[in-house]
């Protein structure tokens, strides 16, 4: 039995309520108290403070208490003592979308009456709702009816997956995937030869893991007109052969060139893509994300989404500065913040550099693996400052994709432009999506600007391999650099930019405190002195998350008058993160609330659409 307040363990610990908890979360329906009693006196689901729903018996993290110091000090009001983390609360009830009731499980029988969906979770832990402030859902969705090539380490298994898929459909209809790793692959990235003998009769057009190179069969290229004579793109380029024809992959804004030639989805299809890839968040434990560079297409999928009350999870959409009409729009109608449904509008998603596995970040000297190059950036990324700017003194918030430390000093001097002409714009919380590699000199800039470093503990585990191999000894101290913004008082916001790296909360929170992989290496952690403590990495996924989306008055902690949004999972990643972080990669969410509704259980095998 497990020791709720110590979060000690016998006979098996906290591995050994999964399975009960399990069945619990699946099979258990509006009760009322096994003792007979009824809610707040005699009344039973008659009184006016029963609850929708009450979770108890609980590890329950309230996250209520002050945040930890720069360098991941507990404060002094956290629910930690000698003996570690432990739990600040046993139960929770939610009423109309919102909590009513954090405390023990005695107290919380108060709460329950006759409607109520009384939850004994047997042990679990509860936490706030987790949120993913940076993703790309549809492309998760899209998952689906395409070719997964995640984890595919060679050319000829892509191609395997392909020549599969094509069997299956009509001849010259588009065989699409995503997911091969243009980093890892970068020093030996493949050719159309294979792939246009093995799929000759099918246009393939192959996405990269993070979407900053694109590999297509010859058949894709001779329908995208892409040919010997067709220029590079600004921001972006065509590989060629030693005769000068296209190769078969294009980088980073040439990758448009070959994937604007695939038909588009329909409305209805999109949509589709759209709901299942939100399904599947809620599922995987999240309560909300932050959708990065949603377009018309994706708008019109939200709001349709929303009139008809499917979304499953909230959605913080930041809208793609690339489609300035659609930011015209939304500048004319102004920042809608979402606080009374699942939608909100706040937020622009921009562009100032590419990626640094593809070498398309920009940087400040040469490319240690490429001498003589050095990325490309700002107008010739496509960024539009005016754009951007007015949005901002439009009154919306506004994430910049920025990778290398040259990429990451010309956007922290854009907001700083920006905010000396404007300086009540700088109360919207900027972001740089990604501040993956700052130069010494630039950590200090953030926190006087206010700017949010939004990042993913993933990309530096699985990063790691090639990165120093692209910016040396000295420029990756300043990588991934999680602690060194911390200790120089910048904000973070953790998340996943799925589908271009895992987003299971268990491996984020692994990656986040112990700066290992899925396989443990290396051993001692990738430049450790960056990891994050345990309380850190969850903040990272919830009161921080939520602060970045200006929710911190509604969500983000456990607490009265917050909204009733909250993930259940099979382990305290508090404790295990302390203990055996490798541990954590084991997790398992077992329910999901949003606005005080079961959106997902274990053991049910289905969702519940709001």
């Known amino acids: 039995m497990m020791d709720r307040q110590t979060g000690s ?41 029963a609850a929708d729903i009450v979770i108890t018996q609980g590890r329950v993290y309230t996250f209520a208490w002050g945040e930890p110091g720069l360098d991941g000090t507990p404060a002094d009001d956290a629910p930690r003592d000698g ?35 009384l939850l004994d979770v047997g042990g679990a832990t509860v936490l706030p709702g987790l949120v993913d402030s940076h993703t790309h859902v549809a492309g998760l969705g899209e998952l689906a009816v395409q070719v997964n090539l995640i984890g595919v380490d060679t050319e000829e298994e892509a191609v395997a997956k392909v020549m599969e898929r094509a069997a299956q459909v009509p001849a010259g209809e588009w065989v ?15 050719t159309m030869a294979l792939l246009s003998e093995q799929v000759p009769d099918h246009p393939v ?51 448009s060139l070959l994937t604007s030639a695939v038909p588009e989805a329909t409305a209805k299809q999109f949509q589709g893509y759209m709901l299942a890839g939100l399904q599947q968040m809620a599922r995987d434990g999240y309560v909300a994300v932050h959708e990065a560079g949603s377009g018309s297409q994706h708008m019109a999928a939200l709001e349709a989404l929303e009139q008809t009350g499917e979304l499953p999870i909230r959605v913080y959409a930041m809208l793609s500065a690339r489609d300035e009409k659609l930011c015209r729009e939304w500048l004319a109608k102004g920042p809608r913040a979402g606080v009374n449904g699942m939608l909100a509008v706040r937020s622009v998603k921009a562009y100032y550099d590419a990626a640094l596995g593809s070498r398309g970040a920009r940087l400040l000297a040469d490319y240690s693996d490429r001498p003589g190059h050095r990325g490309t950036s700002g107008d010739d990324y496509g960024f539009d400052e005016a ?81 120093e191999d692209r910016v040396g000894t000295e420029r990756i101290q300043g990588a991934y650099a999680w602690r060194t913004l911390r200790q120089a008082g910048a904000r973070l916001t953790f998340n996943s930019d799925l589908s271009g790296s895992d987003h299971n909360i268990f491996y984020g929170l692994h990656a986040a405190i112990s700066r290992r992989d899925k396989q443990q290496q290396p051993t001692a952690g990738w430049y450790p002195e960056q990891n994050m403590t345990p309380e850190e990495a969850v903040r990272g996924y919830t009161s921080w998350s939520a602060y970045a989306a200006h929710w911190e008055s509604h969500t983000g902690v456990l607490a009265v008058g917050r909204w009733g949004d909250v993930t259940i999972m099979d382990i ?26 079961v959106v997902y259980r274990a053991g049910t095998g289905t969702e519940t659409t709001r």
């Open 9 to 49: 363990t016998a006979g098996g610990g906290l591995r050994g309520r999964v399975f009960v908890t399990a069945l619990l979360l699946a099979t258990i329906g509006c009760t009322t108290p096994d003792d007979g009693s009824s809610s707040s006196g005699s009344d039973g689901g008659g009184s006016s403070t």
């Open 205 to 255: 057009v192959l996405e990269s893991l993070h979407g900053f190179a694109v590999w297509g069969n010859r058949l894709a290229f001779e329908q995208a007109g892409i040919t010997r004579d067709t220029p590079d793109p600004d921001g972006g380029e065509i590989l060629r052969d030693g005769k000068g024809e296209p190769s078969g992959i294009v980088l980073n804004r040439a990758g």
């Open 387 to 467: 754009l951007v700017a007015d949005m901002m003194r439009g009154g919306f918030q506004v994430g910049v994709h920025a990778i290398g430390d040259a990429g990451n000093r010309e956007t922290l001097d854009f907001f700083e432009r920006v905010l000396t002409e404007d300086p009540a714009a700088q109360q919207h919380r900027h972001r740089i999506e990604h501040a993956q590699v700052i130069h010494p000199d630039d950590f200090q800039r953030f926190a006087p600007l206010d700017i949010i470093a939004s990042m993913e503990p993933p990309h530096a585990v699985e990063d790691m391999t090639w990165a």
């Open 83 to 117: 003996n570690g983390w432990h739990p600040d609360a046993e139960a929770v009830a939610i009423k109309d979308g919102e909590i009513v009731f954090v405390g023990s499980a005695e107290d919380a029988k108060a709460y329950v009456g006759d409607g109520t969906e």
């Open 176 to 190: 699409l995937g995503r997911g091969w790793d243009e980093g890892a692959w970068a020093n030996r990235y493949p």
């Open 572 to 597: 305290d990643p508090l404790a295990l993160g302390e203990t055996d972080p490798g541990s954590l990669l084991d997790g398992k969410i077992l329910a999901t609330i949003v606005a005080g509704k």
